[in-house]
């Protein structure tokens, strides 16, 4: 499981990152907003990092079965 930080700027907008994933941080115009924006670039770090032999935060033979 990653954690997602959230917290709301000065100027109104929230900021959320991936603290395990440094450099993963995306802004919104809301709470959900932020979340969504943050997962979706999660995924992509951690999919570039796995298609180039790069460590990811968890193994991610743990979320695939093979049938």
Do not use: C, K, S
Not at 17 to 44: C, F, K, M, S
């Amino acid at each position: 499981m990653l954690r997602i930080e959230i917290e709301r700027e000065e100027d109104g907008r929230w900021l959320a990152e991936v603290p395990a994933l440094p450099g993963v941080l995306a802004y919104g115009i809301t709470v959900d907003e932020a979340r969504t924006r943050v997962t979706a670039l999660a995924l992509r770090v951690i999919a570039d990092r796995l298609e180039h032999g790069e460590p990811v935060p968890f193994n991610p033979q743990d979320f695939f079965v093979a049938a």
